[in-house]
Each structure stands twice: as structure tokens, then as C-alpha cells.
């Protein structure tokens, strides 16, 4: 009998078979689309946001580092890899130049690197390429086999980006052999500043029997090392200085912190110091790389939080990456979290990569170091980070360093560990949701697992923990230890895996939003039909989850299922606004609202049992909306059909007796999927904004609610609206309530929503985050380009935009596009029939 766990290996080998023949005829595949920056992301050529899911590679386990060479270089064991990787949901590996690659370079041999870039082309993965993880200490022999590498993979997009060296060191700085003159480290300028702490006979005998002695290169005369022994214990005393000052704060600080505050203003001429230092030592190497290319991103993967930090270097590179190995702790978990975000916040244009991360499993076992690391990718994307690379895809095998050997995705023998499952899981994701943004909450657990997380997002909710039972009643998952991914990005489907089996009982109509779900079907990703329960045979209804769209079925971990079924999204339109006694707008202070819900796309009326809750909302010119009522339901009956229908009675409209003044009115729906019409109340409810919003200040962490205010709408060409067809929207974000701005830091997902006349409001485009400045004030911006508007050259037609925030409760404004913005409407809808209730 099978195993479950042989049972998912085959899968695995299957899937990765599967993966190789369905790439394209001939093996091949179009190369991926090159990866570029724009305020503070990471995106591909088209503007998509791109999540960086990747993990390092250094070869097969039995050739660990030692795969470039000649003897051991095998392109079948490395495409065996790289379809591992893929099966595992990644998009991106990080390899590394080092001996004897970088002498078969320098030799002009290419053919090892050539046919792996060649083969990360064929299957679509992008790669970091480390360039300089060998020992030479002089920079010009580096920039020259730089320059050699850029000019040969010039225009391959496959290299998403060349990382100039694996974790510099302070030591690195001191002993290079520089281009031109020396950098301010290596002269006495420090010493003049802080006093000598090494007297130069001390320093020649610390190089020759004390620590020195494997630090110190032997050609630097007794001047040299005598600075070196001094700046060396500058750093020193500023690294325990600035350790004290992050414990005595419990962790809740980091080195940033301090290197910003008061308290390290001694340590300012050092910093300045290493910072100009650098950035000559990254000069001649980035000067290589961009004299022959201009395209590809570059980085450094930074272990050392003080020289990731540095601003002159920082601004010499597209992207941060900095690399961490945290303990397997709720409270390590956040420290290691809060350094990237303090990242983010010093280089708010910069993307930040969390390069290298993970846990051994010879410390920790596969399931609770799969919650972790799944826990740290769930933390970069919802933190709006550029991503990261685990370490590593394989373990190693007959290594010298037990806890090196176990740190990878896969075993030796090649079985996948839960984070395999778990990246799986979170990569189907992001392909089809492209860069979304959700809430992760995590917390220390007794459990085996140590953590218990929940990642809530619009299309999507990731739990880990002892079984999980969503508090809204959508799902439930009996299960022992482990983590569950159910994800709904693709219409009328459900995503499902996890990485430990058990039964799963959860409603999908409840999930996405529609009515009456029908047509339900169950398949493994290779298309095997799955049996399941519906309805009266799920849990009983004192669980609480037990209503007919329920459905329930064995999970095997580690194997990806798709729900799939129909059902009705919903159409709200509100079909009157009537001022009270037949009075004009002028005169009117209260009018009843009234309103219609369809079966999407359809004249269908909705079956008003269950009764969803309807709510009116208002916004005054272009103020923010706020909730109005809840509409009361009624039966209406036109022409013998009797159907739902929805009032909101006794509606303050008396602000638009003023002609300079005008409502919005929308609907929205209750936990359902819908699309609202727009209504405006005014005498003339066009959107007149000649001064937008100055920030008054700028908020310190994301909102966990915001106002999402659209500033401007702006014809291109300045030209009029009976004569533009397209238009550029700007966006700001602001605390709720306030005028103080985002955080710089925070990247949601912002969307731009639009409905022509009386029509539904229908989703247009995601926005492009900017940053901008304000006197003192540094604020980010989202802005929509090339929106089409020629609806509106007809003075009959007008637009209504208004924006949404994922993952946050957001409120808007709503900004009209029209010669006359009015609302004109004198025939309601008859519906064409009235749809079936639950």
C-alpha cells in the first residue's frame, strides 16, 4: 500500500514531468518578461507587481557548492532542480559565481553558465546571479569579470538581477584594494576623530599572534594595520553600543532605530565614514555592470543591517536585499519582520528582498519550520516588500556542518518538506492574483507548530495552526498540526491545499460573495474528480457551518484542489431618488431612496429570501462617503411580478439645495459579490476640484483604516471633456478622518473603479504607486494612466470613479466626468423575472 508520503513524491515527479512536456513544442518556452522597479516595487515590463517567490541554489545534494566543477557539472541533475523549484511554486533562483567558475570565466570558458541561463529561459525562472562570492580583494580584477558577464547576458531577461556580493563584511571594506585613492577608511581620519584605542605597537603584535592574524592581509605595512586595529574597534564598540540599546528595549527597536536616533549621534562621523567607503568599494564594480547594460537590476545581499542601511551605497542599487536566520519564535519572527520594514521606511523607492531566510531541520522539525518560513513570505507580501529566497532549495548530503545539511525545500532524495506544499500553495496564488494585499496576525502557540498565523486578503485566507474554524463560519478544517490555503482569485473557484491531511468543510458562495451556488465540482490539479458532501450531509447546523452551501471533503497534504461552481453575483441599482412632497432639488430637505437588486448581468430580480442587507451611502461634493441607513426590504409588484425591493426613507438631501453642492449616492451588499450604480443629487453634480489636498502630515505604520481620495482627473492634453478620450487619475491615502498621508512604506492594492451613467460600477485598473514630496512631508500616491473617458465627449454620457483599498476598510470619494453630471433617470427597470431562493 502507498504511503501518503510516497503518494505526494509521485505527484511531485509527475507534476514535474508534467511541467516539462507542457512548457511549449521543441522544450522551449518565451522568455520571461524583464523585471524593472518603479516607486518601491518590483514589476514586470507591463506594470504588474511582481512578488519575488525564490529560494538559493547551490547544486544537487551529492555536488553542494561544488556543481561548476568540470567533473561534477551535470545539466540534467540542475534541470531536475530547476522543474523542482517550479513544481514549488518559485519564480526566481539565486546562484552564485565562485571557484572554479570565476577562473573558467576569466579563461573565457562560458558554457557552464551559458547552458544554465539558457535552461532557466526555457522554464521561465527568473535568477539572481551573486557575482562575487570568491576571494580577491582587488576591485578592478572584480569589475573586470563584471563587466565580461554583463556584456554577454545583456538583454536576458531571464536575470532578474546581478547581486554584487553574498553578505559584506566591514572586513571587506578595510582590506580592498581600491581604484584611485584610498576610501576615508583606510586613512587615519577616524582616528584623528575618536582617539586611538591601539597603539601601533599594540597593532603589530594583534596581527601577528592575536586576532589580527586571520584578519589582517600580509601585505599591509604596519601604518596600514595600525588604522585597521582602530577602525576595527570603532566598529566593534558601535555594534555592542547599538545591541545594548535594542535589548534594553525588549527587541522592540532595531539597529536602525538607533543608528537614527539621538543617542547615536557619536557614532555619525563612523557612519559617514563607512558610507562614503561603501560606495567606492560598490563604485567600480557597478560602473562595470552599467557600462555594458543598463537594463538588469542590481543589489547586494547585505547580512549586515548597519551597511544595508547606508544611504550613498543604497542609492547605487535598484533594490535591499539583506539576509537573516531568525529563531523559530513568534517574538524572532517579528524582529527579523520589522528590520525589512525599517528598511522599507529609510528607502521608501527602494524594493526591499528578504535574499536569504530559513531554518534547518536539524533544529527545528519540517512542520513548524514550514509555518515559519511560509509565516516570513506571508509577512513580506502583506508588508508590500519585494519578496524573498529561501535557503535553500536542497539540502545537502555528507556535508561537513550538520545544521547546513537540512535547510532545504526538498530532502536528499529528493521528497518534497511541507514549505514545498506551502510555496506551492502561495505561488498558484500570486500567479492569479498578481500582487495582493492581506493582513497577516501571527502568535505564539503551545502547539507543535510553536506559531499560529492568519493571512486574511480579498481572495484569500491562509491559517496554520491546530485545525482552524473560521470565526464567520466559511470554514473549517479538522486536521492536526499543520497549515491550509484556500484561495479564491479565479472566478467561480476555490483553491485548496495543505501540508497535512484532514477534512475540510467550507462554503464557497459565503467566500466569494455569490447566491445559490450550484453546478459545484471537485478535482485534483491533474483534473482527478474528487467525491465531496453538500448541504445537510456537511457538519450539522449547531456547528454553526451547516447551511446547503456547505461542502466537505478529504484533504491529502501537499495535493492542490479546485472548487469549482456557479452562482449569481448581484447588480444593485437604485432606481429613484424622490424629494418629499414632489419638491425640486433647490427646495428639498429630505427625499426616500429607493432600489432593485439583480442577478448579475441580468434583468433577473434577486429572491429577497435570505434577504441580503442593502446600505445606502453619501458622500457631499467631494467629501468621503459615509453610511446613510439600511434599506428596508418590501415587495413590489410591476405588472403581476412580484419581487424585492429595498427603501431608504426620510434621506437628508437638504445640503444640495445649495446649486455649489451635490450628493453621490451608492449600495453596497452585505458579504456578496455585487456591482452598485451611482447616483447624483444636485443641481449640477459635476466634480469641481481646482485645489486637491495638502497632507498635514504623514502617518508612521499603515492604517487599519483609511480615506482613499481621488485628487484630480486630468484629460491629456488639457483638453476638454466633449473632446478627450483619455485621462490620467491621482490618488492620495489618508488616515481616517485626517489629512495625514500613508506611510511611504505601505503599498496596498489600490483600485480604480468607474460606471458609465446609470450603469454598474465595473473594476478599470490597478494602481501605480509614486513618490511625492511636499515641503518636509514625503508621501506616497497612486496614480491611473490612460483611463479611457470618450464615453463622455457625448454630453449625454458621464462617469463616476471612485477608489477601493485592499485589505484595509477604506471610504472614498466619488469624482464625476461629464458635461452635466446629473443624474437623469425617469424609467425604473422592470425586472424580467425573479430568480430562485436558496
Known sequence: MMTGMRRVTLLLILALLATSLALAP???????????????????????????????????????????????????????????ARAAGLNTLRLFVRPPLQRQLLAGRWDKLDAV???????????????????????????????????????????????????????????????????????????????QRVSPEEADAWRRFGEGKDLVPSRFSAEEAYVYANTYRYYQEFVKEAGDWVTARNYQVSLIDYVTSADAAKWRPLLDVLDQTLAAWLRPQADAVRSADRAHLLTVGYSDLALASLPTAAGMLDFISFHRFPAASATALGVALDALGDLRRVFPEKPVVFEEYGYSNSEVDVARSAAYETAIALGLLSQGLGGGAKWSLNDVADGWNPRENRFGLYRVDGSAKPVAYAMRALGDYLSASGRPTGVLNYQAETGSLGLRYTYSAPDALFVAGQGYADPAGRVRFEAGAGQLFVAWPRPNQVDVLATVSGTL?????????????????????????????????????????????????????????????????????????????????????????????????????????????????????????????????????????AFPAWDFNDVDVSAARDAHNKYYFRLSLD??????????????????????????????????????????????????????????IGVLLFERGTLRAAPPDWAPTVRLWRALNNGYEEQVAVGMKVIKRVGDLTFPAWEFNDVDVSAARDTLNKYYFRVTVDGVDSRGNVWSHGSDARTYFPQQDVPAGVGACN
Open 671 to 728: 458579504g456578496l459579490r455585487y456591482g452598485s450604480s451611482i447616483w447624483s443629487h444636485g443641481a449640477d453634480a459635476r466634480t469641481y476640484m481646482p485645489n486637491q489636498d495638502t497632507p498635514s502630515g504623514v502617518a508612521t505604520a499603515a492604517p487599519p483604516a483609511v480615506d482613499a481620495k481621488i485628487e484630480i482627473v486630468w484629460p491629456h492634453d488639457g483638453l476638454p471633456v466633449a473632446k478627450a478620450t483619455k485621462a490620467n
Open 505 to 641: 468543510h467550507l462554503d464557497p458562495g459565503a467566500l466569494v460573495g455569490l447566491r445559490g451556488v450550484r453546478d459545484v465540482s471537485l478535482a485534483r490539479s491533474d483534473g482527478t474528480a474528487v467525491p465531496f458532501q453538500r448541504g445537510d450531509m456537511a457538519p450539522a447546523p449547531s456547528d454553526g457551518l451547516g447551511r446547503g452551501d456547505m461542502v466537505s471533503f478529504a484533504v491529502e497534504a501537499g495535493e492542490l484542489y479546485h472548487l469549482r461552481f456557479s452562482g449569481a453575483a448581484v447588480d444593485a441599482r437604485i432606481e429613484i431618488v424622490w424629494p418629499h412632497d414632489g419638491l425640486p432639488v433647490s427646495q428639498a430637505m429630505k427625499a426616500n431612496v429607493g432600489a432593485y437588486l439583480f442577478e448579475q448581468g441580468s434583468a433577473v430580480a434577486v429572491c429577497g429570501t435570505p434577504a441580503p442587507t442593502v446600505r445606502l451611502w453619501r458622500a457631499l461634493n467631494n467629501g468621503v462617503e459615509e453610511p446613510v441607513a439600511v434599506g428596508e426590504i418590501r415587495t413590489a409588484n410591476v405588472g403581476g411580478l
Open 117 to 195: 541561463i539558457a535552461l532557466a529561459e526555457r522554464l521561465d525562472l527568473y535568477l539572481i546571479v551573486t557575482l562575487y562570492d570568491y576571494r580577491e580583494d582587488d576591485l578592478s580584477k572584480v569589475a573586470t569579470l563584471n563587466g565580461a558577464v554583463a556584456r554577454r547576458y545583456a538583454g536576458k531577461s531571464t536575470i532578474l538581477a546581478y547581486d554584487f556580493k553574498n553578505e559584506p563584511h566591514f572586513q571587506d571594506l578595510a582590506i580592498a584594494i581600491y581604484p584611485g585613492s584610498r576610501p576615508p577608511l583606510q586613512t587615519d581620519a577616524l582616528i584623528k576623530r575618536y582617539g
Open 26 to 84: 521543441g522544450g522551449t518556452t518565451a522568455a520571461p518578461s524583464p523585471i524593472a522597479t518603479a516607486a518601491g516595487a518590483l514589476r514586470q515590463s507591463d506594470g504588474t507587481p511582481f512578488f519575488l517567490l525564490g529560494a538559493n541554489y547551490v547544486g544537487a545534494p551529492d555536488r553542494s557548492w561544488t556543481m561548476w566543477q568540470d567533473e561534477l557539472f551535470d545539466l540534467g541533475l540542475i534541470e531536475r532542480d530547476f522543474l523542482r
